[in-house]
């Protein structure tokens, strides 16, 4: 049967907002049709930008680079999981979280849905800081099951796979990282600086970088349309030679008949400005 395809990629301009302090997008035309002929542009960025692929070498010096990534690696059996009824602002999510929503198959691609890509830039309820700085993530429990289940990479819908405040980001946003801080020791009876200690800095990266299992982050598109559920999902990056990350689209692919009812469902939900479903 023939496939068609679900794009899972956020819009990509200059109010794209970078990981926290990574270069934005700038975009400046050096050619025009008038008196050049065609229009041509120059783009500066840097790779942590709009749905991107953070390779091994972002975080392992020895790790392979974006270029290294073969086909069969990035497309593959995918389970895409909804956490977004059962995690807020600053919350840690656990596997077995994932597990009781959908089917993990050892050398799945792994798709968290935290709802957080309703807070980016191009949805109608966009907030940079809930979509940078409070989204919910994992604890070193997570990492470790990641390893044992044979995962082959991770993608989340929001600016980093790591829990906010176990980046740098808790050290640059004070007023959040107080606000982290109160939400821990009433839910989690423990602080900041305790439950992400030293040991588990940026574990998502430190920790499974090393183990080939990277992560793609910011996707986002049409992901409200195939919530708990598997499906083939590839991601594609420029074949970067020594590019610590990359840039890319990440889509799923369904059968005619599947689309046909998915563009059922589409129909009845509202749309962004570019034209994607949310719900």
């Keep these: 049967p023939s496939m068609k395809i679900i794009d899972l990629t956020i819009p990509l301009g200059i109010g794209t907002p970078a990981w926290p302090t990574y270069e934005p997008l700038q975009v400046k035309y050096f050619k025009r049709l008038a008196p050049n002929g065609a229009n041509g542009q120059l783009l500066t960025h840097s790779n942590h930008l709009g749905t991107h692929l953070d390779g091994e070498i972002h975080f392992h010096t020895a790790g392979k680079d974006i270029a290294s990534l073969d086909m069969d690696f990035l497309v593959g059996p995918a389970a895409i999981v909804d ?5 807020g602002d600053y919350d840690i999510y656990t596997s077995q979280m994932i597990e009781e929503r959908v089917e993990v198959r050892a050398g799945d691609i792994l798709l968290i849905h935290t709802g957080y890509h309703h807070f980016g830039w191009d949805q109608p309820y966009a907030d940079e800081i809930r979509y940078m700085v409070k989204h919910p993530g994992p604890d070193r429990e997570f990492s470790e099951w990641a390893v044992k289940k044979g ?11 790591d829990h906010p405040m ?24 423990t602080t900041l600086a305790d439950r992400f200690d030293d040991s ?25 349309l195939l919530l708990n559920r598997r499906v083939t999902v590839g991601f594609f990056p420029w074949r970067f030679v020594d590019g610590e990350s990359s840039i890319g689209r990440c889509v799923a692919f369904v059968d005619d008949a599947e689309y046909e009812e998915l563009m059922a469902k589409k129909a009845a939900l509202k749309l962004t400005k570019f034209g994607d479903a949310y719900n």
């Design 83 to 87: 956490l977004s009824d059962i995690c």
């Design 200 to 224: 588990k800095y940026q574990l998502m990266h430190f920790d499974l970088f090393p183990e080939h299992i990277i992560h793609a982050e910011c996707i986002g598109g049409e992901i409200d």
């Design 166 to 189: 176990n980046t740098i980001v808790r050290q640059w946003m004070p007023r959040q990282a107080k606000e982290a801080e109160a939400h821990f020791v009433k839910k989690y009876g």
């Design 151 to 161: 995962i082959k990479w991770i993608a989340v819908d929001c600016g980093s796979a």
